[in-house]
Every structure is written in C-alpha cells, then in structure tokens.
C-alpha cells in the first residue's frame, strides 16, 4: 500500500488526522469482527448469503467509488478500469468469501477469527515466494508461533467435529493473504472497485446456484445489514488506512479478533472449547506481538 502525502502540513492539521485516521481503522475492525455473528443468526444457507451479501456490498461500494472519483474529478469510464488484474482480484476475493461464509456455519466463530488473524505471516511467506522479498527473522518467529497455536485449535476441532470449518478458514486465509500480496504487485489497480466486483460475482454466481429469493423475512434484514457491514468495514479500512502509517494500521486492524470472540459470546452465547482458547490466545499473542513491535520501531525496508 503507498503511503499518501499529508493533507495539512500543519502540527494541528496533522494530529486530527492521524485521529480520525486511527477511529476509522479501529471502527472497521469492529464492524468486521461482527460477520461471524451475523452470518450465524442468518437460518438460509451460505450461498443465499454470500448472494445477497454481494448484491448489497457492490451496490454500496459502488456508490463510494462514484462519489470518491467525482470529488477527484475522475471520469466514469477511467473510474471502471479494472483490466484482468482487478478481476483476478476480485475472483480471489470471492472464492475467500466463500470460504469465510460456509467456515463460520462449520465451526466456531472464536476459530474462524483467530486463523485470519494469522493471514499476514502467510502473506510475508507468499510475498517472499512471488516477488523475492526478505521475511524478518522476528515475523519468522511470530509466524511460527501463530502456526503452532492454529494446530492447537485444528487438532481439538477434528475431535469435536468442526475440522471442516477450521479447514476452510485456513483456505480463506490463504487466499486473503495472497489477495494482499497481489494488492502490492498489482500498484495500479483500484482496489476497492475489485472488492466491488467481487460482491457482483458472488451475486451473480450465487443466483444460478441458489433461489434467493426463499428467505424469511428475519433473513431478510439480516441480509439486508450484513451487506452495509460489509460495504461500511471495507470503505472504513480504505480511508483510515489513508492516514496513519502501515504498522499503526496494522495493530488497530489485530483488535478484529477480540471483537469477534467477545460477540459471538455476548450475543450467540457461544463458547469454543478449552483448546481453541488456548490456540487462540497464543496466536493473538504473536501477532500483537508482532504488531507492537512494528508500531514501536517501524522496519527499515518497504
């Protein structure tokens, strides 16, 4: 991700901000962290959500972009230039999409969270492979660390049954990490229009696949929100991340996990087991850990 010159050169200027900038990343942290909560209340299956999900996330990002290019001063036709790159993205975006849906519906919210949150080590590891670029012996050690936490929680999951969930949590994972690689090789994509296309697939796709319209009217609202959560969390991110350095993001972006485990206590009254607690809170170790260590002493390279 490029970083932006500052808008006011002003201390003040600056200070507000580099406020609002860490508000924005923190409320999209807790605005995604609810996607598991929902996707749980939602009775209809993952691909009636992942199609109204998609209808409603593109809509609304769509709008965003349209509003964001006119305040530039950017034309429509250059505003929708996504060329294969963006909608390589985008076909990424929307396999992890699915993944994410149907692994919250197999497993437990907490484990679910707590994989993603190992999605930037596998994206050092990826990033290293595709474009050559050193990993830092400190996140060679998070990341080793994070991994033996996940097979504390994957190994207590094939014995309660939810092994397939955690599985496909890992393939999104995967996937999400390799997107934030592409994200860095591809520099002249609009990112947030691949986001958007890739809800349009997943309406599309999901239409063929699934009857849409066989909701409840609960569902329906449901759907309706998750949607505006998703389209809200991504354009939050977008604009945060904006204005306060990568490694501050970063840290803010970790509190995801938390949110999410605490929710789906609060409001679904689910308990993972023992070990998923104890896989979890070692990898939550190392990547504020890792996070930490950044914000405090940024690396020296890109």
């Known amino acids: 991700m490029t970083t932006l010159p500052a808008a006011d050169s002003s201390t003040a200027g600056n200070a507000r901000g580099h406020l609002i900038g860490v508000l924005l990343v923190l409320a999209s942290a ?37 509003w964001r290019e006119r305040k530039r001063g950017a034309g429509i036709a250059v505003t929708f230039s996504l060329g294969w790159r963006g909608w390589l993205l985008a076909s990424i975006g929307s396999l992890s999409t699915l993944a994410f849906i149907n692994a919250f519906k197999l497993t437990y919210v907490a484990n679910v969270a707590i994989i993603y949150a190992t999605a930037p080590f596998i994206a050092a590891a990826l990033e290293w492979m595709i474009r050559g670029v050193g990993v830092r012996p400190s996140t060679m050690l998070a990341a080793t660390t994070s991994l033996l936490g996940v097979a504390v929680m994957v190994g207590a999951s094939a014995a309660s049954g939810a092994l397939a969930g955690d599985v496909l949590a890992l393939g999104m994972t995967l996937g999400m990490a ?125």
């Open 30 to 66: 807790v605005v995604f962290s609810l996607a598991g909560v929902l996707t749980k209340m939602i009775e209809s299956d993952a691909w009636t959500i992942a199609c109204w999900r998609g209808l409603f996330g593109a809509v609304f990002i769509t709008l965003y972009v349209l």
């Open 178 to 302: 390799l997107y934030m690689v592409l994200i860095r090789v591809f520099t002249e994509t609009p990112v947030v229009l691949a986001a958007a296309a890739s809800a349009l697939q997943l309406f599309v796709l999901g239409w063929f696949v699934t009857d849409p319209l066989a909701v409840s009217q609960s569902d329906a609202i449901l759907l309706v929100l998750f949607g505006v959560v998703f389209a809200a969390a991504a354009i939050l991110l977008t604009e945060g991340t904006r204005l306060i350095p990568a490694a501050e993001s970063g840290l803010l972006g970790s509190a995801e996990t938390p949110f999410a485990v605490l929710f789906a206590w609060l409001i679904l009254s689910e308990l993972p087991p023992g070990a998923s607690f104890i896989g979890g809170a070692i990898v939550i170790f190392a990547v504020l850990g890792h996070a930490a260590r950044d914000f405090l002493k940024p690396p020296t390279t890109a």
